[in-house]
């Protein structure tokens, strides 16, 4: 579903938003299947305004915390850099989306080159710091971790460090098959791409392991099931 001119969530406080993204949730697990695309759609644009209008995203990167925690990256003391982003995540809530928080505080950064070291000036090194931090900060596991490892693992695929991407994925199937259940679409849309990950790192036995668990999901999906096939074409083709 996707209207030309304005999104109806913009209109709408965070409350009232909050509430049309429980509507909606709850007309796409009565809707026929038929139906259930459009309304994943429009789960999705609400979802996406909402978070871009969540005020503590923006407390939390004018902080001083933020600055502080900026002046001790570029310096090289993780430690220090870690507890500066634990003071960075109070200024959130149990709704913030951290991934968001990630994406914006990385558009926000910038070195010069005699500052610190090329790693660091890394996008996915930088963000994989953030991982680390979170994890510290708020301990493993938490379904708040869930959009981080969504943003990183993404960022690592565009960056072709398709290693790091699998890693942060793994981590991600776990909080989401608890939260979600095995069969979800959040859980098959993470073996997906984790799977695609695996193969081009020539892991093949963990995609194989992976690739069942996902055709066990996919006996009522025939979109599902034609992504196994194939999965499963360019796992046998590396045999």
């Known amino acids: 579903m996707h209207s030309k001119g304005v999104n ?23 809707a026929p299947v038929g139906a259930q695309g459009d309304l994943y759609s429009a789960l999705g644009e609400a979802l996406e305004d909402q ?34 982003w634990k003071a960075v995540l109070k200024f959130t809530g149990s709704e913030t989306d951290l991934g968001e928080l990630v994406r914006r505080a990385l558009r926000m950064m910038e070195f010069d080159e005699g500052k610190t070291t090329a790693e660091r000036r890394q996008q996915s090194f930088l963000v994989g710091t953030w991982v680390r931090a979170s ?47 095995a069969n979800s679409n959040q859980v098959n849309d993470t073996l997906c791409k984790l799977i695609e990950d695996l193969i081009k790192l020539n892991q093949k036995e963990e995609a194989q392991k992976f690739l069942n668990q996902l055709m066990r999901s996919s006996v009522n999906d025939q979109e599902l099931q034609g992504w196994a096939r194939k999965y499963q074409r360019k796992i046998d083709e590396r045999k």
């Open 8 to 30: 109806a969530a913009s209109c709408l406080t965070p409350q009232a938003g909050r509430l049309l993204i429980t509507l909606i949730i709850f007309m796409f697990m009565t």
């Open 51 to 84: 978070r871009r209008k969540d005020p503590s995203i923006q407390k939390a990167l004018y902080s001083l915390s933020f600055d502080h925690w900026r002046k001790h990256y570029i310096a090289g003391p993780d430690d220090l850099a870690d507890q500066d």
């Open 135 to 181: 994890e510290k900060a708020l301990g493993r596991p938490n379904f708040r971790l869930v959009t981080v490892y969504a943003y990183a693992s993404s960022l690592c695929d565009r960056a072709k460090k398709f290693s790091q991407a699998a890693n942060y994925r793994r981590r991600k199937l776990d909080l989401e098959s608890t939260h979600w259940g």
